[in-house]
């Protein structure tokens, strides 16, 4: 799996332009799922059945697209302006590597001002995107010939390992989160399950958590699990919701979780020995669990997450460990899943 979690990580599909990432998405989903499926916003589904008539259903979901850029001019001289899809820190992009996916791809760099010809003071601020121009080497016709306002751009390059367990490159927020779930799958390969269990891999999440609210609303799950990223332990990092890298799967607490659900798991990390901690959410956990939890008339969710370093940039770095005992961790509460006493929490 970590192979393919370094496979997921070379490819493009930025929010909205998810076609990239969908067909190796869908590739491995059909290793463990009956059938996979795409809906029309474009989010990936499996179906992994029971086998029963109207049985009840069990979603476990992770995002699969990543920040990215998209072209908003090409001047006179052949700079391509741009504009951010999601929330890209803006302190990576001079001198980024980028590919800008025309009617055929252009290898580019971003450029700004060099310091030299930078006035008093500007140095000690980062350069604004509106300051920044991309430079494929070509004159302004010729890169009109490929390139129109709304193409797509991303990063180059992918994940690579720093170690044997540790991983760093793009885009591993989230698709790490759906290696996650494949692990599951995996885990659950052989056990027999008195529910339906679906796998979304939903898009725009990094644009608004789009395609998890449109995927719930068609599958209408009994239960969700949700699998993103958390804060990892960086250099100048405090000890806030900041989690070791190496130290397993993080749970959270809180508003946005079920506590039928937050007791289950947390119990099955305990009995299967499962290294975890414990995140205190007082509100909003800023991923598709806060959407997934109010769809139609609500859907009990969980959230767990991956210890993550240098989120949204192209370094993102995780401990491979993390994946696994989310995985693990997944299948091991869904073993355990009693949807009948799930459903009497809601009886007075």
Known sequence: MKN??????????????????????????????????????????G??????????????????DGIGLMVKEIDDRGFISFTNIGGVDTRILPSAEVIVCGKKELFGVIGAKPPHLQKPGESDKPAKITDMAIDVGLSAEEVRKWVTPGDMITFCGGAKKLSSKVISGKYLDDRAGLISLLICMEELQNTKLDFDLVVLAAVQEEVGCRGAAAGTWNI????????DVCHGDT?????????????????????????????????????????????????????????????KSGVPTLLLSLPLRYMHTTVETLHFDDVTATGKLLAAAIEKLNLEELACCYQI
């Open 4 to 45: 393919e979690l370094i496979k997921l990580s070379a490819l493009g599909g930025i929010s909205g332009f998810e076609s990239a990432v969908a067909p190796k998405v869908k590739e491995l989903m059909l290793r463990y799922c009956d059938e996979v499926s795409t809906d029309r916003l474009g989010n990936i589904v």
């Open 220 to 227: 209408e799950p009994d239960a969700a699990f949700v699998v």
């Open 235 to 295: 250099p100048d990092s405090g000890t806030d919701s900041i989690f070791k890298l190496g130290s397993g799967t993080v749970i959270s607490l809180g508003p946005n979780i079920h506590p039928y659900l937050s007791k289950l798991v947390q119990d099955a990390a305990k009995t299967e020995k499962i290294k975890h901690s414990i995140d205190v959410d007082g509100g909003d956990t800023g991923t598709d669990a806060w959407e997934v939890q109010v769809v």
């Open 47 to 64: 179906l992994k059945s029971c086998g029963k008539k109207d049985a009840k259903k069990v979603m476990i979901e992770a995002h699969i």
